[in-house]
Structures are given as structure tokens and as C-alpha cells.
């Protein structure tokens, strides 16, 4: 075939340019990334981590607050005991009254069964001058003017007006041994 002068061919302009593409993207299809997925596992496990750290915690204070009830308890009732005694005629052959106090719980140990490895330690202070600093000591117990006397035994007598004490609470848990101090004066309100 012959080229026909007649025959005009159209002019054909050249492809205009267009960046290249680096990689043709496809269409996203459903489900996740490996990336979103990683991070949605690692932020759930801290929630979970989290929550669970704050379960424990709460069971840990519960039982601490338990057992601190407890100690409290028995310390409120060896308070209750004394005080109950001091209140009693004066008869240290029944041990009653004022001076039973010191003869029956100075050095006094007793078990304190809901606590675990619990015990509970009576110090009864009958020296006037050594009375520690947390009950006011030295202080006059018996009001005769000084702080020298040594009220303890049988030597206490019914002119003692104040039995200052110390209580102390010892227990295990899983923190160790936990020991609590409690001082606190007693005086007779009956006569």
C-alpha cells in the first residue's frame, strides 16, 4: 500500500507525562494489619495487666485492714478488762480493785487467736519515775506530791489514782511480723 497524498493522517500528540507511580496500591481488603493488631494485643494486655494489679492490691488492703481490726479488738478488750478490775472493791486476795492491776497483767502474754502468730503484751507501769515519755512520765500516780514512789506489787495500794500501761500487739502476715505500741492510763471511775 502506497501512501495516499490525499489521505491526511491525523496528528497524534505525544502521551502527556505522568509521574510514575511507585507501587500500584490495590484496594484494601477487610481484616487488620499485623502492625494494628500488635498494638491492640499490647494495649489490652496493660489494661488486663492493670486491672488485675488493682485486684490484687485491694484483696492485699482488705486483709490488712482485717487484721488490723483484729489487733485493735483485742487490745480493746484487754482495755475493757483492766478497767473493769480497777473498778472492783479493793481486795488483792480476790484479785480486784486498783492494785490486782499490776499482779495480774505486768508481763502479761497472751495469744491472740484470729490474728495469725498473734500475741498481745501487757506492760503495767508502777515506778513513778520511769513511766515513759508517751504516758507523761515521769508523773505521781498516787498524787503525794513526787514522782519517786515504786507502786508495783502489793505496794500499790488503794491511793493510786492512775495505772499507766503499755500494750503491744505482735502478728505475722505475708509482710513480716507487724507490731503495733499502744499506751493509754487507766483510773478508777467508781468508788
Same mark, same amino acid.
Given at each position: 500500500m502506497m501512501d495516499n497524498p490525499m489521505i491526511t493522517q491525523p496528528e497524534i500528540s505525544p502521551p502527556e507525562s505522568t509521574p510514575p507511580e $511507585? &507501587? %500500584?496500591? #490495590? %484496594? #484494601?481488603?477487610g481484616g487488620f494489619s499485623m502492625l494494628e493488631l500488635t498494638v491492640s494485643v499490647s494495649i489490652f494486655a496493660i489494661a !488486663? !495487666? $492493670?486491672t488485675g494489679l488493682t485486684l490484687l492490691h485491694g484483696v492485699r488492703s482488705q486483709d490488712e485492714s482485717t487484721t488490723s481490726? *483484729?489487733?485493735l479488738r483485742a487490745v480493746r478488750d484487754v482495755y475493757a478488762e483492766i478497767q473493769q478490775i480497777t473498778n472492783q472493791p479493793q *481486795? !488483792?486476795?480476790k484479785f480486784q480493785g486498783v492494785s490486782a492491776v499490776? &499482779? =495480774?497483767y505486768n508481763g502479761l502474754? #497472751? &495469744?491472740v487467736p484470729e490474728l495469725p502468730a498473734g500475741t498481745i503484751t501487757c506492760v503495767v507501769f508502777a515506778n513513778e519515775a520511769t513511766i515513759p515519755v508517751e504516758l507523761g512520765g515521769p508523773q505521781d500516780l498516787n498524787f503525794d506530791g513526787d514522782a519517786a514512789d515504786n507502786l508495783g506489787g502489793s505496794a500499790m495500794g488503794t491511793d493510786l489514782q492512775l495505772i499507766p500501761?503499755? =500494750?503491744t500487739v505482735s502478728y505475722t502476715d505475708d509482710r513480716g511480723t507487724i507490731t503495733h505500741v499502744f499506751y493509754r492510763s487507766i483510773a478508777q471511775t467508781t468508788d
Open positions: $511507585s &507501587t %500500584p496500591k #490495590r %484496594p #484494601r481488603e !488486663l !495487666l $492493670s481490726s *483484729d489487733s *481486795d !488483792l486476795t499490776y &499482779t =495480774l502474754v #497472751r &495469744t500501761f503499755q =500494750l
